[in-house]
């Protein structure tokens, strides 16, 4: 028979991959025993200020992309397709989005992907997360 098995946390935990085990042994005569190994991600949670327009060929700001969870410092970085447009920019420390004076009219889907640079007590691996906005050149 299977039963549900409910993980509950005691306080926040710190975003990161943590590899986990669980071991179930039944209570027949002669019991049998089962095992289960999983990873449980827990991802940054990313948030961005309301896009700002710029007007096409004007250097401006856009957004600001921000994370929290993580337990370092936290590296913003472009995904290729946005950095590809060659004329987006970000500021990998503070997660400063904006355009430089090449901007082209259009909107454009924009994708921030934050990295910490540490994985918390326990975790196998530092967590990631992204944020997808849409930026409107006129």
Do not use: C, Q
């Not at 004007?58 to 004329?87: C, E, F, K, R």
């Not at 934050?114 to 691996?125: L, Q, V």
């Amino acid at each position: 028979e299977f039963r549900r098995v409910l993980f509950r946390s005691v306080g926040t935990i710190p975003a990161g991959t943590y590899h986990l085990t669980v071991t179930a042994t039944d209570s027949a005569s002669t019991p049998l025993t089962g095992t289960l190994t999983f990873d449980l991600v827990v991802a940054l949670k990313l948030a961005n200020t309301t896009p700002t327009a710029v007007t096409a060929t004007n250097a401006g700001a856009i957004t600001t992309v921000s994370a929290t969870g993580n337990t370092g410092t936290i590296t913003y970085t472009l995904d290729a397709t946005t950095a590809a447009l060659g004329w987006v920019t970000i500021n990998s420390s503070t997660g400063a989005v904006a355009v430089t004076s090449s901007s082209v009219a259009g909107s454009y889907p924009i994708t921030v992907t934050a990295t910490d640079g540490t994985a918390p007590t326990g975790a196998s691996a530092a967590a990631t997360g992204t944020v997808t906005f849409t930026m409107t050149i006129n």
